[in-house]
């Protein structure tokens, strides 16, 4: 079985920097996060994973090829790794959203309400616990997982017992790097939400 994990972040995309919500929309990456997997993979290149995992939304996949191609490893999309469906949330930002606050609040306070073509968070955290504990299963040493900051938060919450139906405490920024290691049969936090390979001033996260 696995025995490290790198939950990877993509990069950033346009409707990132705008504060626009992105669910299942197929935004590409913007030049800022083409530089952030870059950066990213140059950080790895001495230990890189034997395989990607990742989501088949294509600012996931882009981030994933461009690893790749540094690397050397496959990438495998696993549909299960995708963002939460926002439906008619998607391309809103948040003042925007505010406009739908009363249905938005009961949304995030509950998590078995639902809008109509949001997909129901339940539904999305079983997804993504499947997704991950297969992941854990598979027999390469080190496996990366490229996929959303959502997909990842909702993975934590589920692994340390959280409850769905509160505000995550977890934030995933852009082509952040989180590392898991099975010490003595149990997942450990190596690191969680490392920025240092796209910090210094060049870039604007």
């Known amino acids: ?6 939950l990877i972040r993509h ?4 409707w990132n920097a705008q504060g626009r919500v992105q669910g299942w929309a197929d935004v590409p990456l913007d030049e800022v ?10 950080r790895l290149r001495g230990d890189p994973p034997e395989r990607i995992l990742c989501s ?11 690893l790749a191609a540094a690397w050397g490893v496959p990438v495998e999309v696993d549909e299960r790794l995708k ?4 439906g008619p949330l998607e391309g809103r930002t948040g003042v925007e959203i505010e406009a739908l606050r009363r249905a938005w609040r009961q949304f995030e306070e509950n998590p078995t309400a639902e809008i109509e073509g949001v997909e129901p968070r339940a539904a999305f955290a079983a997804r993504v616990w499947a997704a991950m504990q297969a992941a854990m299963a598979r027999p390469e040493r080190c496996l990366a997982i490229v996929a959303h900051g959502g997909t990842f938060s909702v993975f934590f ?8 139906d509160r505000p995550s405490p977890f934030h995933f920024d852009n082509a952040s790097l989180t590392e898991l290691v ?4 149990r997942w450990r936090v190596q690191r969680l939400n490392d920025t240092c390979h796209w910090m210094g001033g060049l870039l604007d996260p």
């Open 1 to 6: 079985m696995a025995e490290r994990l790198f």
């Open 56 to 66: 088949p939304l294509w600012r996931a996949y882009e981030t994933a090829q461009i």
């Open 83 to 86: 963002e939460r469906g926002q």
């Open 11 to 14: 990069g950033r995309t346009a």
């Open 157 to 164: 919450r589920q692994w340390l017992g959280l409850p769905l």
């Open 182 to 185: 099975l010490q003595d049969g």
């Open 33 to 42: 996060g083409r530089e952030q997997a870059r950066r990213l993979a140059e």
